[in-house]
C-alpha cells in the first residue's frame, strides 16, 4: 500500500498571501506509459464532503479558482494557494489512485 | 449533474452489521466506479473498498474480512455493509464516485454519521 505523508499538519496565513501544502507518496505515483501522475487534491469544508480541486497532479478541475495549482512528480508534489481568500479556509487533503486509494493526513489552513 | 445520497441507520449496536445505501441520481450507474470512504471525527479519510463497473469489487485489506459491497443498476443504489462493527467503526461514511478504475472521485455523497454504540 502507497502512504501518503502530509505537511503542516496545520498553517495560518494572511489573506491575499501564499499557502504551500506538500504531500509525499512511499512510493512513485507516476505511471510511466502515459507519463501521469495519479495524484488529486481534495478540499473539504466543515461539514461538507470533499470537493476535488486537483487531478493528474496539476490539472484544475472545472470551476476551480486559477489561484489553486498543483506541482510536482513521483513522489513529491504541491498544493499552492497563491492569494488566500476567506472562502479558501478548509482542510486539504492529496489522494493517490496510482493503486488501491489512499489518503494523506490533512493540512488544516486558516487565516492568520 | 450526478448527485449522490447516502442512507442508513445513524446508530448500530457493537459486534452488529452497519448496513449503507447510496442512490445515484443523473448519471448513468454502469459507467462509474463506486466507492466507500469513512471519516472519524477530526480525522482523515479512509478507503473502505470500491466496485467497478466491470463488477469487481476490491476492499481495503484493514477490512476485508468484514466488508462486503454489492450494486444493484436497477434501482441504482451502492451497498455497503461492514460486519462486527465496534467503536472505531465510528464516522462518517461517504459514497463517491470516479469516472473509472485509477480516477480521482469525481462526486461524493453528504456523508452520513454512523454511531457505534449500545
Known amino acids: 500500500d502507497i502512504v501518503m505523508t502530509q505537511s503542516p499538519d496545520s498553517l495560518a496565513v494572511s489573506l491575499g498571501e501564499r499557502a504551500t501544502i506538500n504531500c509525499k507518496s512511499s512510493?512513485?505515483?507516476?505511471?510511466?506509459?502515459?507519463?501521469?501522475?495519479?495524484l488529486a487534491w481534495y478540499q473539504q469544508k466543515p461539514g461538507q464532503p470533499p470537493k476535488l480541486l486537483i487531478y493528474w497532479a496539476s490539472t484544475r478541475e472545472s470551476g476551480v479558482p486559477d489561484r489553486f495549482s498543483g506541482s510536482g512528480s513521483g513522489t513529491d508534489f504541491t498544493l499552492t494557494i497563491s492569494s488566500l481568500q476567506a472562502e479558501d479556509v478548509a482542510v486539504y487533503f492529496c489522494h493517490q489512485y496510482y493503486t488501491t486509494p489512499s489518503f494523506g493526513g490533512g493540512t488544516k489552513v486558516e487565516i492568520k | 449533474q450526478v448527485q449522490l445520497q447516502e442512507s442508513g441507520p445513524g446508530l448500530v449496536k457493537p459486534s452488529e452489521t452497519l448496513s449503507l445505501t447510496c442512490t445515484v441520481s443523473?448519471?448513468?450507474?454502469?459507467?462509474?466506479?463506486w466507492y466507500w470512504v469513512r471519516q472519524p471525527a477530526g480525522k482523515g479519510l479512509e478507503w473502505i473498498g470500491r466496485?467497478?463497473?466491470?463488477?469487481?469489487?476490491t476492499y481495503n485489506p484493514s477490512l476485508k474480512s468484514r466488508v462486503t459491497m454489492s450494486v444493484d443498476t436497477s434501482k441504482t443504489q451502492f451497498s455497503l455493509r461492514l460486519s462486527s462493527v465496534t467503536a472505531a467503526d465510528t464516522a462518517v461514511y461517504y459514497c463517491?464516485?470516479?469516472?473509472?478504475?485509477?480516477?480521482?472521485?469525481?462526486?461524493w455523497g453528504q456523508g452520513t454519521l454512523v454511531t457505534v454504540s449500545s
Open positions: 466496485f467497478h463497473g466491470s463488477g469487481t469489487t
Open positions: 443523473g448519471g448513468s450507474i454502469s459507467s462509474y466506479s
Open positions: 463517491a464516485i470516479s469516472s473509472g478504475a485509477n480516477l480521482p472521485f469525481n462526486y
Open positions: 512510493q512513485s505515483v507516476l505511471y510511466s506509459s502515459n507519463n501521469k501522475n495519479y
